[in-house]
């Protein structure tokens, strides 16, 4: 059994780590309210710009060219991109290693792949494993803003229109709540219009013919299309925000409590010990007692 001084030295430690965690927790917490009602007020502008793109979509007249509209060109897929969004940090439960696993098992089914990496965590995984990263970026993972999401569309939007890609898929995570939150496989590029996913709502389900085009719905189509790419790139790190704060909040909450139990069975250990040495010492002073008297 240790000694006292050991296992008071180590109830310290226990101590300082749990004011750590709770620490942490909170923090986490307090940014995970934020994060949601980030997430939550992305929603209509969302919504809206699906609604718009069905609509031009609707009105261009006649097919659409690749050259006024090269985000929607279907081609046969000899490559495809892939868009990890991981965490930069860990200390985040299973938030990490479950999104990568599920990120190996779809870049397993192709035969070629062009990888993007969001996240501190997604980048070492893949480099440390062998994986041919072709862009990297991370710093903003629990705190997106709409142009680090440009930044990762511009990387993908890239790739596809100079045909060193043929789709783009996004992989993330979805939000349901602090204690539950899924992985998910987004189709990005080729854009497809919502009403081919079945997704048409609200003034989406409008005739082309009721909106009037001050320019041609072709060159709309063309600025828009970029915009409908940001948006679901930035909708995507939102929940995978929120996720991962989530994901940590419930991490520090387990290790404080974790700590409190480890406390008591140390503090158990310590009286153990604590009253083991008084027992030897009374026993040693008993016997020399003894000794001195048959002496």
Same mark, same amino acid.
């Given at each position: 059994?240790?000694?006292?001084?050991?296992?008071?030295?180590? %109830?310290?430690?226990?101590?300082?780590?749990? !004011?750590?965690?709770?620490? %942490?927790?909170?923090?986490?917490?307090?940014?995970?309210?934020?994060?949601?009602?980030?997430?939550?007020?992305?929603?209509?502008?969302?919504?809206?710009?699906?609604?718009?793109?069905?609509?031009?979509?609707?009105?261009?007249?006649? /097919?659409?060219?690749?050259?006024?509209?090269?985000?929607?060109?279907?081609?046969?897929?000899?490559?495809?991109?892939?868009?990890?969004?991981?965490?930069?940090?860990?200390?985040?439960?299973?938030?990490?290693?479950?999104?990568?696993?599920?990120?190996?098992?779809?870049?397993?089914?192709?035969?070629?792949?062009?990888?993007?990496?969001?996240?501190?965590?997604?980048?070492?995984?893949?480099?440390?494993?062998?994986?041919?990263?072709?862009?990297?970026?991370?710093?903003?993972?629990?705190?997106?803003?709409? /142009?680090?999401?440009?930044?990762?569309?511009?990387?993908?939007?890239?790739?596809?229109?100079?045909?060193?890609?043929?789709?783009?898929?996004?992989?993330?995570?979805?939000?349901?709540?602090?204690?539950?939150?899924?992985?998910?496989?987004?189709? @990005? @590029?080729?854009?497809?219009?919502?009403?081919?996913?079945?997704?048409?709502?609200?003034?989406?389900?409008?005739?082309?013919?009721?909106?009037?085009?001050?320019?041609?719905?072709?060159?709309? =189509?063309?600025?828009?299309?970029?915009?409908?790419?940001?948006?679901?790139?930035?909708?995507?790190?939102?929940?995978?925000?929120?996720?991962?704060?989530?994901?940590? %909040?419930?991490? %520090?909450?387990?290790?404080?409590?974790?700590?409190?139990?480890? =406390?008591?069975?140390?503090?158990?250990?310590?009286?153990?010990?604590?009253?083991?040495?008084?027992?030897?010492?009374?026993?040693?002073?008993?016997?020399?007692?003894?000794? =001195?008297? !048959?002496?």
């Amino acid at each position: 059994m240790a000694n006292p001084r050991e296992i008071h030295r180590r %109830m310290r430690s226990v101590k300082n780590i749990q !004011q750590i965690t709770k620490a %942490m927790k909170m923090v986490a917490a307090a940014r995970l309210r934020r994060a949601q009602e980030k997430a939550a007020s992305t929603r209509p502008f969302a919504d809206k710009i699906e609604n718009l793109l069905l609509t031009v979509v609707k009105g261009a007249s006649g /097919d659409v060219s690749q050259k006024d509209a090269p985000l929607l060109a279907q081609r046969p897929v000899r490559k495809t991109g892939f868009i990890v969004v991981a965490a930069d940090k860990g200390l985040a439960g299973s938030y990490n290693s479950n999104l990568l696993k599920h990120a190996v098992a779809e870049i397993a089914e192709t035969e070629n792949y062009y990888l993007i990496t969001v996240g501190r965590k997604a980048k070492e995984f893949f480099q440390h494993r062998g994986y041919d990263v072709a862009k990297d970026i991370f710093g903003l993972s629990d705190k997106p803003n709409f /142009d680090y999401a440009e930044q990762i569309a511009k990387a993908a939007v890239d790739a596809f229109k100079s045909g060193e890609v043929d789709e783009v898929k996004l992989i993330s995570t979805r939000f349901k709540s602090a204690l539950s939150y899924t992985p998910e496989t987004l189709n @990005l @590029l080729p854009v497809q219009p919502p009403a081919a996913e079945g997704q048409g709502k609200g003034e989406a389900g409008a005739e082309a013919g009721d909106v009037l085009f001050e320019s041609p719905a072709e060159g709309m =189509l063309a600025q828009l299309l970029p915009y409908y790419v940001n948006t679901k790139i930035y909708a995507a790190l939102m929940q995978s925000a929120a996720s991962e704060l989530g994901a940590r %909040m419930t991490a %520090m909450s387990s290790a404080t409590d974790n700590a409190s139990d480890l =406390l008591r069975s140390l503090e158990l250990s310590y009286n153990k010990a604590r009253q083991a040495g008084i027992t030897r010492e009374i026993n040693e002073i008993v016997g020399g007692a003894e000794a =001195l008297q !048959q002496s």
